[in-house]
């Protein structure tokens, strides 16, 4: 017989105090999440995040001193000591920077109007090991940032470089994820099931050596598989 599970560890970052009590308040009171900690800058949840461990940290970007940016590439780069997942809680209207911190390794995003309840369930899927991508906001999100991608990085071709190694089905699905489309929208325009789908997506974050399809809309974008206009 096991006992309970271990509760999630959640470690806040972000600049107003305010905010910082008002998420450790909602997840204070939620079955199987600990608020093991809160930060007021990049720097301080760095040097928090390697003293506590969190499972999950929820970051705020624009702040003093070290960036949220920044301080998800240490958190959650492919240089961390000790990986955490990154959940950034951030304005999509006011806020440029979201592209970047998704390609330094954040699992996901929320807007910062996100309900209560929309925040806890983010948090335990990014605890879960999945990535936090609503579709319609992946859409309007990453189409409108990929436009800042450098000429030089969306040299890739589906036939070659990163991409070779996958089917032309798979090429299919990845255009899909790349729009924001869940697995249940992948199965229904590929005329599959959702378990085949799932498969799918499986299979091309293994092939490609991605962590979750946070990283898998990046490359998509990077190499020119699919554009803003897509």
């Known amino acids: ?45 760095v040097r928090s995040a390697g003293r506590l461990l969190p499972d999950v940290v929820v970051m705020d970007i624009r702040m003093p001193g070290m960036d949220g940016i920044e301080a998800t590439r240490r958190l959650a780069g492919p240089d961390a000591v000790a990986p955490a997942r990154v959940l950034v809680v ?38 879960a090991g999945e990535s936090l991508l609503a579709p319609a906001v992946t859409r309007r999100l990453i189409g409108r940032y990929a436009s800042r991608i450098r000429p030089a990085e ?13 089917t032309p089905r798979e090429l299919q699905a990845l255009r899909l994820i790349a729009t924001g489309r869940s697995n249940a929208e992948i199965a229904e325009e590929l005329v599959i099931s959702r378990e085949t789908a799932k498969t799918y997506v499986s299979r091309i974050l ?5 962590r979750d ?18």
């Open 154 to 166: 969306r040299s890739g071709t589906p036939d070659g470089g990163p991409l070779g190694s996958l």
């Open 90 to 127: 951030t304005t999509f209207h006011t806020d440029e920077y979201v592209y970047e911190a998704l390609r330094a390794g954040a699992s996901g995003f929320l807007l910062k109007d996100a309900t209560p309840s929309q925040l806890v369930d983010g948090v335990r899927t990014i605890a």
């Open 206 to 210: 293994t092939k490609l050596d991605l």
């Open 1 to 45: 017989m096991t006992g309970p599970a271990r509760p999630v560890r959640v470690l806040v970052c972000d600049d107003q105090a305010l905010v910082r009590a008002g998420y450790a308040t909602i997840f204070a009171a939620q079955p199987g999440l600990e608020v093991v900690g809160e930060a007021s800058d990049g720097s301080a949840a």
């Open 213 to 230: 399809r946070v990283q898998a809309v990046v490359l998509a974008y990077r190499v020119g598989l699919v554009s803003a206009q897509d």
